[in-house]
């Protein structure tokens, strides 16, 4: 059994910041992909961030000069840190990681259960 806990969602003002933690626990043999996503009410859930287990990071270009993403593999931990925050950033944001749990590698996806980021004055 794997379980992703996300934490550090809240109501900030516009201009603000927030730092988002996911840590990953349970049975695993290799943490591959972490990543932020990001959904609104009726619509699909959209990449935000991710990060592959050597670093290599991809932004979504609406947020590439705010939002930092990185990672801490000996504590299986994403972060994605958001500067300069705006209304239209707010969201349930959700944190995926691509697991190996027996090696030969065989990967799954798993997901959080959401962290509600909401931006207003």
């Known amino acids: 059994q794997v379980q992703l806990v996300e934490s550090g969602g809240g109501l900030v003002q516009p201009g603000g910041s927030l730092r988002l933690s996911c840590a990953a626990s349970?049975?695993?043999?290799?943490?591959?992909?972490m990543g932020w996503y990001r959904q609104a009410p009726g619509k699909q859930r959209q990449l935000v961030a991710s990060?592959?287990?050597?670093?290599?990071?991809n932004i979504e270009d609406s947020v590439k000069d705010r939002f930092t993403i990185s990672r801490d593999n000996a504590k299986n931990t994403v972060y994605l840190q958001m500067n300069n925050l705006k209304p239209e950033d707010t969201d349930v944001y959700y944190c995926?990681?691509?697991?190996?749990?027996?090696?030969?590698?065989?990967?799954?996806?798993?997901w959080g259960q959401g962290t509600q980021v909401t931006v207003s004055s």
């Open positions: 990060i592959t287990r050597g670093g290599h990071r």
């Open positions: 349970g049975t695993i043999v290799e943490i591959e992909t």
């Open positions: 995926k990681a691509v697991i190996s749990t027996t090696g030969w590698g065989i990967v799954d996806d798993y």
